[in-house]
């Protein structure tokens, strides 16, 4: 059974063109979740998401960011005009329900902004 | 709101040391804790989990008690090996889905 997949794991931007982040869940699970890793802090919670909806977005930034999770597809992370305090290893995990605490993740990429 | 702080790294050992990594949490209520570990190259695995005070969560020879009286939940292992090399992450939920993460100790262990 794959594990979560992430892609591309290191993707290269210069300041002020877009990201865009895939994440792929394990086979089964229909729970998304996005984590944000800045240098030297821990992991924090961005966005979680089911097919086709947004549950919470309470962790990402107003402005810039996206996220979506198709019917069909890995859900994306979008991130446009990016600026070089965008750079950071961007995690995504996911779940077969809503409140188990066990999440799967992916081994992240890893976003540099020239 | 709720934080994770853990021990710095780097941590450097010899094979068959003791390990012990500290972790300290405030929380409302009360949270699950857990601790993850990141092989290099891959995502992060769950390790060990405890859900109330005094549980005692163990996997792998890797060991944490939930102690509430200290907000503490620190990683022990009592012989590594330098399998064990990897990032560890203390992290904890107070019952929804979002995960709050330490800043992940780096671990090396030389043969």
């Known amino acids: 059974n794959a594990g979560v997949m992430q892609n591309p794991r290191h993707l290269v931007r210069r300041r002020g063109q877009e990201a865009r982040l895939r994440c792929s869940p394990m086979k089964g699970h229909s729970h998304v979740y996005w984590y944000r890793q800045l240098p030297e802090e821990g992991l924090k919670f961005m966005v979680y998401?089911?097919?086709?909806?947004?549950?919470?977005e309470s962790g990402m930034p107003k402005e810039r960011f996206s996220a979506e999770f198709p019917k069909e597809g890995p859900s994306i992370l979008r991130i446009q005009q990016v600026v070089r305090g965008d750079s950071a290893a961007y995690f995504c995990?996911?779940?077969?329900?809503?409140?188990?605490?066990?999440?799967?993740f992916g081994p992240g990429t890893r976003l540099t902004v020239l | 709101g709720n934080s994770v702080t853990q021990m710095e790294g780097p941590v450097t050992l010899s094979e068959e040391a003791f390990l012990t990594i500290n972790c300290t949490y405030t929380?409302?209520?009360?949270?699950?804790l857990f601790w993850y570990v990141q092989y290099p190259g891959e995502g992060l695995q769950l390790l060990l989990k405890a859900t109330k005070a005094d549980d005692k969560g163990s996997n792998k020879g890797f060991e944490a008690t939930y102690r509430k009286e200290t907000t503490s939940f620190h990683l022990e292992k009592g012989s590594v090996q330098v399998s064990d090399s990897a990032v560890y992450f203390c992290?904890?939920?107070?019952?929804?889905?979002?995960?709050?993460f330490g800043a992940g100790t780096t671990v090396t262990v030389r043969a």
């Open positions: 995990a996911s779940s077969p329900l809503r409140r188990d605490n066990e999440q799967f």
């Open positions: 929380a409302t209520g009360y949270p699950s």
């Open positions: 998401l089911q097919k086709e909806n947004i549950i919470d």
């Open positions: 992290a904890l939920s107070d019952g929804d889905y979002k995960l709050s």
